[in-house]
C-alpha cells in the first residue's frame, strides 16, 4: 500500500483514514519536499476504490491501492477527446475523467 491510498477505506486494501490523515501525510511529503503527485493520487484512487462497479476496471483499483500506479484527475470534462487540464499527467499510469455522464479511466503508461 502507498501513501496515495491512505484514504482508500480499509476492507478495498488501503489504510482506511480520513482526510486528516491523509492532511498530516501531505503535509510530511511537502515539507521534505517530496516530488510526488500525493493529493491528486490519493482523490483519484480513493475515488476508484468507491466506485461499485470498480472489479469492471481490472486490476487498475488493486495496483492504484497497492501503490504500483500513481493516479490522477482530469479536472475539466475532455474537449474534442483530450484532456488538458489533468495535474500530474506526466507520470501518472491512470487518469480519471468525466465524459458526459460517465466516469472513465484511461491508461496507458506514464507519458
Known sequence: MGIPSIAVPAERGGGGAGLLELAVAASCAGSALAPIPLVESSVATTLLASLEGASALGDVVDRAIAGEAI???A???????????????????????????????VTGGRH
Not at 488538458?84 to 472513465?104: N, S, T, W
Open 75 to 105: 479536472v475539466k470534462a475532455p474537449a474534442d477527446g483530450v484532456a488538458r487540464m489533468v495535474p500530474a499527467a506526466a507520470v501518472a499510469d491512470v487518469v480519471v475523467a468525466l465524459r458526459g455522464d460517465e466516469l472513465v479511466a
Open 71 to 73: 493516479t490522477t484527475l
